[in-house]
C-alpha cells in the first residue's frame, strides 16, 4: 500500500504559518533594528589622524593669523602674572613680615590701620585701627617701652604729619616723649636694664630731633621748643657718647664688649645729622655763631671723602661769612670749651670781618677740593650740587673782598657748572649776582 500522501494543500499550509507569525509579532513587536547607512565610498576608507603641530609652530602661525590680538592676548597675561606675583611679594614682605613681631590679634589691627594708611587712604578709619592695636597690646601686656609699641605710637604721629596736622603730630610725639623720660627717671638705672636703657634713650633723642623738625616747620613755627628739642638732643648725644667712651677706657673693654653690655648706641652720621639739624636751626635764627661749631663737630663725624661733607664744608663757609667779629670770637670760645679740633680745619684768626671771610673762602675751597676726588659709585647728586654752591660762595667772597673780576669769573663758573647739573635756582642766583656787577 502506498503511503498516504500529505493532504493539508500547501496553500493552507503557508497561510497557517502567516497567521501565527503575525499574530506572535502582535504580541511582542519590537521596533525595527536601524540599520546603518553606509556610502560606498566609504566600506573600506582606512582612518587617517592629522599630526598635532608643535606648540611654537601653532603659535606662529597664530601670531601670523592675528597680530594685533596675539600681541595683546600676551601682555595681558603676562601684566597679570606679574601684578599676581608682585601681590603676593608685596603682601608678604610689607604686610605680613612687617607685623611679625606682634601678637595676632594686635597685627591684625595694624594690618588694618596700614591699609587705610597707604592702599586706601582714609585717616579716620587708620586712625581707629592703630587706637584698637594699641589698646589691644595694653589689655595683652605687651611692654609699651618695645620698639613695636613706641614703633605703632611714632607710626600715629607719621599719619597726623602726613595729613598736615603738624601741632597734633607733635603732641603725639610729646607725650610718647614724656613717657621714655619718665621711664628712664624710674627704671633706666637699673642693672637689668641697660641695654634697655640705651634702647629707649635712641629712641627719646630721634623723637626730640622730629619734634625740632616739626616745630621749625611753617605751620607750627615754634622756634623757642625747636631748639629745646635740638638742644637736649645734641646734648644727650655728647653725654651718652662721653659716658661709654670713659667706661670703655676704664675697663679696658672692646667695641663689641661695650655693645653687648650697653646695647648699640648711635652712628657717627646719625649724630652728624642731629648736630646739622640743631645748626640750620641757630641759622634760621640768625645765630650763626652758634651754627658754625655745630656745622664743624658734624664734619668731624662723617668720612673725609663723603660727598655729605662737601655739602657740610659749604653751610659751614655760608655760616662763618655771616658771622660778626663779637660772635666770632664767641665761636672760638665755645669750640674751645667743646674740644672741637678737626685736623683739617683751616686755621687762622677769627676777630676781623676780613679774617672771617678768609675763613669761610677757605672752607669752600677744601669743599671743592675733596669733590674732586671723589669718584662714583660714591659720588652721588651731593657732589655736584655742592660743587655748584661753593663757587657760587667763592664768587661771592671775593665780591666781598673786593676782588671784582674774580668775582665775575667765578659766577660765570658757577653758571656753568649749575646748568650742567640741572640746579636752575643755582643759574638764576649766580646770574643775578653777575648782572649786578655788570658781567
Known amino acids: 500500500m502506498s503511503a498516504r500522501p500529505f493532504t493539508t494543500p500547501l496553500r493552507q499550509v503557508a497561510t497557517h504559518l502567516r497567521l501565527q507569525i503575525r499574530t506572535t509579532r502582535a504580541l511582542h513587536r519590537l521596533p525595527p533594528r536601524p540599520v546603518p547607512l553606509r556610502h560606498p565610498h566609504c566600506l573600506h576608507q582606512p582612518k587617517h589622524h592629522r599630526r598635532a603641530g608643535t606648540f611654537t609652530a601653532n603659535a606662529s602661525s597664530l601670531f601670523r593669523q592675528n597680530p594685533f590680538s596675539v600681541s595683546l592676548a600676551f601682555f595681558a597675561i603676562l601684566a597679570g602674572a606679574g601684578g599676581l606675583a608682585y601681590a603676593n611679594y608685596f603682601y608678604t614682605t610689607y604686610i605680613t613680615a612687617a607685623f611679625h613681631n606682634y601678637p595676632e590679634p594686635v597685627a591684625q589691627k595694624l594690618r588694618r590701620a596700614l591699609y587705610y594708611t597707604n592702599s586706601d587712604p582714609n585717616p579716620q578709619e587708620a586712625m581707629k585701627y592703630y587706637r584698637q592695636a594699641l589698646q589691644i597690646s595694653q589689655d595683652i601686656g605687651m ?61 627719646t633723642v630721634g623723637i626730640s630731633v622730629k619734634l625740632g623738625e616739626l616745630y621749625g616747620s611753617p605751620e607750627v613755627y615754634d ?50 645729622a642731629a648736630l646739622e639739624a640743631l645748626a640750620h636751626t641757630y641759622e634760621g635764627k640768625d645765630q650763626h655763631y652758634l651754627a658754625s661749631p655745630l656745622f664743624l663737630q658734624a664734619l668731624t663725624l662723617y668720612p673725609t671723602k663723603d660727598c655729605h661733607a662737601v655739602i657740610l664744608m659749604n653751610n659751614l663757609a655760608s655760616s662763618l661769612a655771616q658771622q660778626s667779629p663779637r660772635a666770632a670770637r664767641a665761636t672760638a670760645a665755645y669750640a674751645s670749651s667743646t674740644a672741637i679740633t678737626p685736623s683739617q680745619a683751616p686755621t687762622g684768626p677769627v676777630a676781623t670781618r676780613e679774617s672771617l671771610l678768609q675763613n669761610a673762602e677757605a672752607w669752600a675751597q677744601k669743599a671743592l677740593d675733596i669733590a674732586a676726588t671723589i669718584q662714583p659709585p660714591a659720588r652721588n647728586e ?10 657760587h660762595n667763592l664768587a661771592e667772597f671775593a665780591e666781598m673782598l673786593g676782588r671784582k673780576e674774580e668775582a665775575r669769573g667765578k659766577y660765570a663758573e658757577a653758571i656753568s657748572i649749575a646748568r650742567a647739573v640741572g640746579l636752575q635756582d643755582g643759574v638764576d642766583n649766580s646770574s643775578a649776582r653777575l648782572r649786578r656787577l655788570g658781567g
Open 223 to 272: 622756634r623757642e621748643m625747636a631748639e629745646e628739642r635740638l638742644v637736649w638732643a645734641v646734648e644727650t648725644l655728647l653725654k651718652e657718647r662721653q659716658r661709654r667712651d670713659s667706661i670703655r677706657v676704664t675697663e679696658g673693654m672692646s667695641e663689641e664688649a661695650m655693645v653687648e653690655r650697653e646695647g648699640q648706641w648711635m652712628t657717627d652720621s646719625e649724630m652728624g
Open 382 to 391: 651731593e657732589c655736584d650740587i655742592g660743587c655748584a654752591v661753593a663757587t
Open 143 to 203: 611692654d609699651p617701652f618695645s620698639d613695636e609699641i613706641i614703633g605703632v605710637k611714632v607710626l600715629v604721629a607719621k599719619l597726623m604729619e602726613d595729613v598736615r596736622q603738624l601741632g597734633k603730630a607733635a603732641e603725639v610725639l610729646e607725650i610718647l616723649r614724656g613717657d621714655c623720660l619718665e621711664w628712664m627717671k624710674q627704671l633706666g638705672g637699673k642693672e637689668y636694664n641697660r641695654v634697655k636703657r640705651t634702647r629707649v634713650l635712641l629712641k
